[in-house]
C-alpha cells in the first residue's frame, strides 16, 4: 500500500507517493536525496535527525512522513543562502563547534528554533535546550561558543536590520 | 576570520585556524557511508541470535526466499563456504586466537551474534523478510562474567582454548621477590572496571559497489583503516583453492613482478622490526589449533593469485575513537554475498546493533599491590590483571594487546625497582572488545588510584606521594623499569607542578572545610599519565615484538600541472580535522596559503598504504611528519627547477604566498604552474615525493595532569563538577583550538565512563543497555566546562609533534574516582570501581544498603 501527499522541505513542494509506514527522515533521505539529515540512533534519543516542523524542532525518525502533509519542513540544506552560510554555521565554524559534524545538522537546527523562540538565552539555558542533542567528539564546550557567537551575529544583523532565524 | 588566506610568511603551525572541512560538513553537503546510494543497491539486514550461547541446530529460511522483495538469503553456512575465515594476526607468546568465520553456522556466542543475511529491495523488506527465518537453537550455559570465565565448570566459548582462558602471560622486571620482602609496607587493592563502549554518533556502514563490467568492487565503508579493510576482503572474501591460486599466479607474469617489488619494498621498510619477532607466538597459537595451517596458505595464495584487489572508498566518517578500527564480519559476509550475486549491496548499522557489538572496552579486574617505604618511596607494584575480551577478537587488533600495551605503560611517570604483571584474556558471551580511546587506559586508572589509597596510609597528600616518585628533568635521560626510553618530553612531573599552580589546593581544603560544615561533599582528585605518542623508537617492539611494523605513515606531496598542491595520506580521518592541520603544515613548508592544499584520503586506489590508518595519536607526529618531510622533499624539487628558469642559484630561491621569486626580487617571480610547465614540458618527473615516516628517533611522550573537582549531592548521589583543568603538554601544537578541542572531548568520554555508561550484561548474557534511553551518553547538562593549559616542551630535532587524541580519556576516569573518593572520605569511602552511578555514591556513602 502506497500514499501520495506533497511534502514542502526547504520552500520546495515535492509529491512524495511511499509506504506510509515509512520515516519523515528516510524519505526525506531517500525520495528527495538530501542526505544532510542524519539517523544516529533511530529511537529519538540522539537528535541527530532533528528538522524543523513550521519551525519547531521535530525527530524526524520518530516521525512518519505522513504526517508532515501539509507542513514546511526545513533541514540543514535549507540553512545557508547560496553561498553564504546561515548565521548559525558561521558561529559553528568561527568557534570551532563541530569534529566529526555526524550530529550537526540536528544541533544547528535546534539552534535555529531556539534562538527564534528567545533570542538572548542563557549559557545554562542553550545548555538545557540544546541536552535533547548528542555530540560525542567535542564536549559540548565548543558547541555552546558557537550559539553564543551566533546570538552575537544575530543581534549585530538585526540591530542593522538583517538576519533571518 | 579568515585566516585560510593569511599570508603564509606568518606561519599557520601554533594557529587556530578555522576548520578547511567546515564549509561541506555544516551544509549538510558531506558524504557519509549511509549517503552512498548505487543504483539498484540491495539493503542487507543480518538475523542475529537471541541468546548468549547455543549451537544452532537447524535453519530454515524458505519463507524468507519466498518473500516477493527479497533477492536473495544467505545463511551462515552458504556464506561460510564461500570465505576464508579471520586470521589470527600479531601472534603474541602465549596467547591463543580463534579463528571464526563471518556468520555463525554451528554455534552462537553473544546476542546479536550474526546467522543468516537478507537482501532485499529496502532496508524495511530485509528487516521484514528476518521475521521469516526460523533457526531451532539449543541453549548453553552462558559465560557472562569474568568470574564465570575463569570457573572451571564453565562451559567453554571457545572449544580448544583453556577453559575460557585466551592469554595467560606473566612478565616481571628487577627482582620482585626481594623488593616486595623487604618494602616497608605493601598496600593492595582490587579494582574493577565496567564494560563500556564507543559510541561514535554514526554507527558502523558498508556499501559494496560491484562493477557489471569487471566485477571490481569499490567498497565505501565508515572505516579508520581503509587499506586493512582492503587486503582482509581480498583474502576472506573470496575461497580460492591453493593450487587455483599458485596457477594464477605462476602464469600473470605483471602479478608476479608487482608482488615482488612490493614485497622488497615492505622488507626495506620493516625488515628490522620483523627481525624482532620470534616464533614464540605462532608456537602459543599452533598449540592450541593447527587449523591455521590449513586456512593461512589458501588465504595468503589466494592473495598472490588475485588480478584484482577492491578498492575502498572512506569519505566523511562520523567519529569512531577506535571502534571502526576491525574489520567486521559484517564487511566480509556482504563483500562476499555482493561477488556472489554480482550486485552492488548496503549495510547500515542500526543503534541497537551498534550497542551490542559494534565495540565494547574497557571490562577488566585488576588487582594492584605497591610496594613503598615508610618515607613515600616506590618499590616496587604487582598487578594481576584479567580483560573479558567477549566472544570475538576483534580483527587486527585483539583486546591482548591492550593487555600488552598495559604492561609496558603501567609504571606511568614513576620510579620502580620492581615491576610484576600477570595478564589474562578470558572469553565470555559478550560483544567484542575493540580498542577505545586510549586503549590501555585502566593502567593509567589502577595506578593513579592505588597511589592516592597509599597516600592515605601513609598521611601523604596525594600530589607530594606523587611528586617524589616521579621522574624529573634531572633523571633524564632514564628508561622506564619496562623498557621505552624517557627524555625530556616524558615532562609529567612537570604538568603536575603546574597543574598545582592553576588550582589552589589549600584554598580547596578550605573550602571542602566549610562546605562540609554545611552538609555538601566537595573532593578534589589528581591523576597524572604519559602516552606514547608516537613514542620512542623500541616503544611498539616493546609491547610486542615486530609489533614495530605498525609504526610507519606514508604521504606523498605532488605538485600538477596547473600548479595545485595534492597531499595524499595514509591516514583516515574521522572527525581530529585533518584537513586543516595537514594543510598548516604544508602551507608552511611550500610558502603557500592553506586554501592551496588539497587533503586526498580514504581511496585507496590513490593513497600509500598504511596497516593501521588512524589511531593510536598517530595523526599529528607520524602522519604530520610524513607530511611535513614529502612537502619539503617537493618544495626542494620545485625550487630546483625554479633556479633554472630564473637563472639563479637554488639557495637564493625563496617561496611566499605562492609566488616563488629570487629572494629580495618578489616582483620577479613565477608561480607553481609555471615551474610545473617547464619541468614536464622537458619531459621530467612531475615534481612528486613520498615519505614514510616512523618518529624523530627519540621521546615522543605526551603528558598530562588532569585535576577534577567534585560535587556529591547525598540526597540524589549525583555527582556535579564545578572545576575540571587539564595541564597538557604535547609539545609544540599545529592548532591549538584542534587539541582543546580533542582534550575535551576525551575527557567528556572519561565523565561518561565514571557517571553514566555501563554496558552491563544480567547473569544470563544478556546486554540490558541496548538504547540510548539504557545506555546514557553524557549530554550538554552533564559535561563539565574543562579549562586546558598547555605546556610545550620541545626536544631536540625536528617534527617535534606530539599526538594528543587519547589523553583526555585516560586522564579523567583516575581524576573524577579521586576527586569522588576525597569527598566521601568522612565515610571512609573506597572507590573499587569505575562505575559510579548515583546508587553506588549511595551506598559509599553508607546511605543506602548494597543488597
Known amino acids: 500500500m502506497t500514499v501520495s501527499f506533497t511534502l514542502n522541505v526547504n520552500g520546495a513542494a515535492t509529491e512524495v507517493s511511499t509506504e506510509p509506514r515509512r520515516t519523515l527522515s528516510d524519505v526525506i533521505r531517500e525520495d528527495l536525496g538530501l542526505t544532510g539529515t542524519h539517523l544516529g540512533c533511530e529511537h529519538g534519543v540522539c537528535g541527530a535527525c532533528t528538522v524543523l516542523l513550521d519551525g519547531a524542532p521535530v525527530r524526524s525518525c520518530l516521525t512518519l512522513a505522513v504526517q508532515a502533509d501539509g507542513h514546511e519542513i526545513t533541514t540543514v540544506e535549507g540553512l545557508a543562502n547560496g553561498d553564504e552560510l546561515h548565521p548559525v554555521q558561521q558561529a559553528m565554524h568561527e568557534a570551532h563547534g563541530f569534529q566529526c559534524a555526524f550530529c550537526s545538522p540536528g544541533f544547528m537546527l535546534s539552534t535555529v528554533a531556539l534562538l527564534a523562540e528567545n533570542p538572548n538565552p542563557s549559557r545554562h539555558e542553550i545548555r538545557e535546550e540544546l541536552s535533547g542533542n548528542l555530540c560525542r567528539c567535542t564536549g559540548y564546550h565548543t558547541i555552546l561558543d558557537g550559539v553564543e557567537v551566533a546570538i552575537r551575529a544575530l543581534a549585530s544583523d538585526g540591530a542593522s536590520g538583517g538576519g533571518d532565524a | 576570520m579568515n585566516e585560510r588566506t593569511q599570508t603564509s610568511g606568518l606561519g599557520f603551525v601554533g594557529q587556530s585556524v578555522t576548520r578547511v572541512e567546515d564549509d561541506r560538513l555544516l551544509r549538510g553537503k558531506g558524504q557519509y557511508v549511509a549517503d552512498i546510494e548505487p543504483e539498484g543497491v540491495l539493503h542487507a539486514a543480518f538475523l542475529r541470535s537471541p541468546f548468549a550461547h547455543a549451537t544452532i541446530r537447524s535453519i530454515d529460511v524458505t519463507a524468507a526466499r519466498r518473500s516477493p522483495r527479497v533477492t536473495a538469503v544467505f545463511t551462515a553456512a552458504e556464506l561460510n563456504e564461500l570465505t576464508n575465515p579471520f586470521p589470527p594476526f600479531l601472534m603474541m607468546p602465549g596467547l591463543y586466537t580463534p579463528l571464526y568465520m563471518c556468520l555463525s553456522d554451528k554455534k552462537v556466542r553473544h546476542v546479536g551474534d550474526p546467522v543468516a543475511l537478507v537482501l532485499a529491495d529496502s532496508r524495511y523488506h530485509a528487516e521484514d523478510a528476518l521475521e521469516l527465518i526460523e533457526v531451532d537453537y539449543e541453549q548453553l550455559a552462558p559465560v557472562a562474567s569474568i568470574a564465570d570465565a575463569l570457573s572451571v565448570n564453565a562451559e567453554q566459548v571457545w572449544e580448544r582454548a583453556d577453559g575460557n582462558v585466551l592469554l595467560d ?79 594464477n599466479f605462476a602464469t600473470n607474469k605483471d602479478r608476479r613482478d608487482s608482488f615482488i617489488v612490493a614485497a622488497k619494498e615492505f622488507m626495506a621498510q620493516n625488515g628490522e622490526s620483523m627481525q624482532n619477532q620470534d616464533n614464540a607466538g605462532p608456537k602459543s597459537q599452533l598449540r592450541k589449533d593447527r587449523s591455521m595451517l590449513r586456512h593461512l596458505p589458501r588465504t595468503l595464495f589466494g592473495l598472490l593469485g588475485k588480478d584484482d584487489y577492491p578498492t575502498v572508498m572512506a569519505r566523511d566518517i562520523g567519529g569512531g575513537f577506535g571502534a571502526k578500527g576491525p574489520v567486521a564480519r559484517e564487511d566480509i559476509a556482504l563483500a562476499a554475498a555482493a561477488i556472489d550475486l554480482g550486485r552492488s549491496v548496503k549495510w547500515i548499522e542500526d543503534r541497537v546493533e551498534n550497542l551490542s557489538d559494534g565495540g565494547h572496552a574497557r571490562e577488566e579486574d585488576l588487582t594492584v599491590s605497591l610496594a613503598l617505604d615508610n618515607d613515600g618511596t616506590f618499590r616496587g607494584l604487582k598487578v594481576d590483571l584479567v580483560l573479558d575480551q567477549g566472544a570475538y577478537p576483534a580483527f587486527p587488533i585483539g583486546a591482548s594487546m591492550a593487555t600488552q600495551i598495559m604492561r609496558v605503560m603501567f609504571p606511568g611517570a614513576y620510579k620502580f625497582d620492581a615491576f610484576h604483571l600477570r595478564a589474562r584474556t578470558v572469553a565470555t558471551n559478550k560483544g567484542k572488545y575493540v580498542a577505545y580511546r586510549g586503549p590501555w587506559a585502566n593502567e593509567t586508572w589502577a595506578r593513579e588510584r592505588i597511589i592516592d589509597v597509599a597516600a592515605k596510609a601513609l598521611g601523604y597528600t596525594p600530589t607530594d606521594l606523587r611528586l617524589k616518585n616521579m621522574f624529573s628533568d634531572q633523571d633524564m635521560p632514564a628508561a622506564m623499569i619496562t623498557g621505552p626510553a624517557l627524555d625530556e618530553t616524558m615532562s609529567t612531573k612537570k604538568t603536575l607542578e603546574h597543574a598545582m599552580q592553576v588550582v589552589d589546593i589549600d584554598e580547596f581544603r ?218 597538557e603538554d604535547c609539545g609544540p601544537i599545529i592548532n591549538p583550538a584542534i587539541v582543546n578541542g580533542q582534550v575535551r572531548g576525551g575527557v567528556a568520554q572519561g565523565v561518561g565512563a565514571v557517571l553514566y555508561e555501563s554496558s552491563v550484561y544480567d547473569t544470563e548474557a544478556n546486554l540490558q543497555a541496548t538504547t540510548y534511553m539504557d545506555y546514557l551518553i553524557p549530554t550538554a547538562m552533564e559535561i563539565p566546562y574543562v579549562e586546558v593549559h598547555h605546556l610545550e616542551t620541545l626536544s631536540p630535532g625536528e617534527n617535534d609533534f606530539r599526538g594528543v587524541g587519547e589523553g583526555g580519556m585516560i586522564g579523567a576516569p583516575p581524576a573524577i574516582t579521586n576527586a569522588i573518593e576525597d569527598a566521601l572520605g568522612p565515610f571512609g569511602a573506597r572507590v573499587t570501581d569505575q562505575y559510579l552511578p548515583p546508587t553506588k555514591i549511595l551506598e559509599m556513602a553508607g546511605i543506602i544498603d548494597p543488597d
Open chain 2, 169 to 247: 602471560k606473566s612478565d616481571a622486571y628487577g627482582d620482585v621477590e626481594s623488593v616486595f620482602a623487604s618494602a616497608d609496607r605493601i598496600v593492595t587493592e582490587r579494582f574493577s572496571c565496567q564494560r563500556q563502549s564507543n559510541q561514535p554518533m554514526e554507527t558502523r556502514g558498508s556499501v559494496i559497489e560491484v562493477d557489471p563490467e569487471t566485477g571490481h568492487l569499490t567498497i565505501h565503508n565508515a572505516t579508520q583503516s581503509s587499506h586493512m579493510l582492503r587486503w582482509l576482503t581480498a583474502a576472506l572474501a573470496k575461497k580460492e583453492s591453493v593450487r587455483s591460486s599458485l596457477k
Open chain 2, 510 to 727: 578550605d573550602e571542602q572545610e566549610t562546605a562540609r560544615a554545611e552538609g555538601r561533599y566537595l573532593g578534589l582528585g589528581f591523576a597524572c599519565y604519559h602516552e606514547a605518542a608516537p613514542g620512542p623508537p623500541d616503544y611498539f617492539d616493546s609491547i610486542s615484538p615486530g609489533a614495530g611494523t605498525l609504526g610507519t605513515e606514508y604521504a606523498r606531496t605532488t605538485i600538477e600541472r596547473d600548479g595545485s598542491i595534492v597531499v595524499y595520506t595514509s591516514q583516515m580521518p574521522h572527525g581530529q580535522s585533518h584537513e586543516t592541520t595537514y594543510a598548516q603544515i604544508v602551507a608552511d613548508e611550500l610558502g603557500v596559503g592553506i586554501a592551496d592544499v588539497k587533503l586526498v584520503y580514504g581511496n585507496t586506489d590513490r593513497t600509500p598504504f598504511s596497516v593501521m590508518g588512524t589511531g593510536g595519536s598517530r595523526g599529528g607526529p607520524l602522519g604530520g611528519g610524513s607530511v611535513k618531510y614529502s612537502s619539503r622533499e617537493v618544495r626542494q624539487q620545485v625550487i630546483d627547477a625554479a633556479a633554472e628558469l630564473l637563472e639563479a642559484s637554488a639557495d637564493d630561491i625563496d617561496i611566499m604566498d605562492g609566488n616563488i621569486h629570487v629572494s629580495g626580487v618578489p616582483a620577479r617571480g613565477v608561480s607553481f604552474a609555471d615551474v610545473a610547465a617547464t619541468v614536464i614540458s622537458e619531459g621530467d618527473q612531475p615534481f612528486d615525493a613520498t615519505f614514510g615516516y616512523t618518529g624523530k628517533g627519540d621521546g615522543g611522550w605526551s603528558c598530562a595532569t588532569h585535576a577534577c573537582i567534585v560535587e556529591v549531592d547525598l540526597e540524589t548521589g549525583r555527582v556535579d563538577i564545578p572545576r575540571y583543568v587539564v595541564v
